[in-house]
């Protein structure tokens, strides 16, 4: 059986999923004391989660932070930790990884605090780093294919940030991180974008994901500016299989695990 772990600044999750019929699913949410360092709350998560406590064939972590696109044709391994560090100020020491992403013709570039690395692997042994992003990347280049000229924008609501990003067909065409605080900022960030690639909004399908408490409220802001504002529920998407109908599961884990 595999461990699959989703950790950011604000909480951690673990998952046990096995595909059959049926299929069985465990989920464990803890949330982090802001107070002390995410390889502290990861040291006593593994204390006091129940299901850490036996063997895994293998172990996936899928970390929730900003990822750096960079075009599959245009990328050079030797250069991870150079670009990164050009987009984002590293204030402690990280490690920097990379998921190749063919379909959609990029590579992202994300990284995650040494001592947490370090801490999980000492835990694990031989552990799979994913960005939390690249399995909603990879739905959402199956998604929505054959609408206006094959471009769409979907935006991606969870942790206080959006993700905003622009597919054609299958391509990756723009994927930007907001941090966002109001309705107002969601509007600021998504329209400004779909300006910036010339994109008209009354034409544009745009698809909202999320927890329904993050992405209702988006879908009824957008919708007051831009005629096709869809939700993407899970329940549908996934044909209610368990990892998309229980409570508190992040949508970027139901990708990955239903991938």
């Known amino acids: 059986m595999n461990l699959h772990l989703r950790i950011s600044d604000t909480d951690i999750c673990f998952a046990r999923y096995e595909a059959g019929n049926p299929p069985t699913f ?6 982090v004391r802001p107070q002390v360092s995410l390889t502290v709350n990861l040291r006593s998560a593994m204390q006091q989660v129940e299901m850490l406590k036996q063997p895994y064939d293998r172990v996936e972590v899928y970390v929730n932070a900003p990822v750096t696109p960079v075009p599959l044709a245009e990328f050079q391994e030797e250069d991870v930790d150079i670009t990164h560090k050009f987009c984002f100020d590293q204030i402690e020491k990280q490690r920097v990884f990379y998921d190749t992403v063919p379909a959609s013709n990029a590579v992202f570039l994300f990284a995650l605090n040494e001592n947490t690395c370090r801490t999980l692997e000492e835990t694990f042994g031989e552990v799979r780093y994913t960005a939390a992003l690249t399995p909603v990347v990879q ?15 979907f935006v991606h609501t ?15 065409v723009m994927l930007n991180t907001y941090t966002v605080r109001t309705l107002t900022d969601v509007d600021y960030y998504v329209f400004n974008l779909a300006r910036h690639l010339a994109l008209k909004v009354n034409e544009l399908p745009i698809f909202v994901a999320g927890s329904p408490l993050l ?6 802001e ?10 993407v529920v899970p329940s549908a ?4 299989n368990i990892v998309s109908t229980t409570d508190e599961v992040p ?8 991938k």
């Open 26 to 31: 465990d989920f464990q949410p803890y949330h």
């Open 139 to 153: 739905h959402f280049a199956k998604k929505g294919l054959g609408t206006t000229n094959g471009k769409r924008l």
């Open 158 to 172: 969870h942790d206080g940030v959006i993700d905003v990003l622009v597919l054609e067909d299958s391509h990756l």
């Open 215 to 220: 992405r209702d409220p988006v879908i009824e």
């Open 222 to 231: 957008l919708q007051k500016y831009a005629a096709r504002v869809y939700p």
């Open 237 to 240: 998407e996934f044909n209610r």
């Open 251 to 258: 949508y970027d884990l139901m990708c990955a695990l239903l």
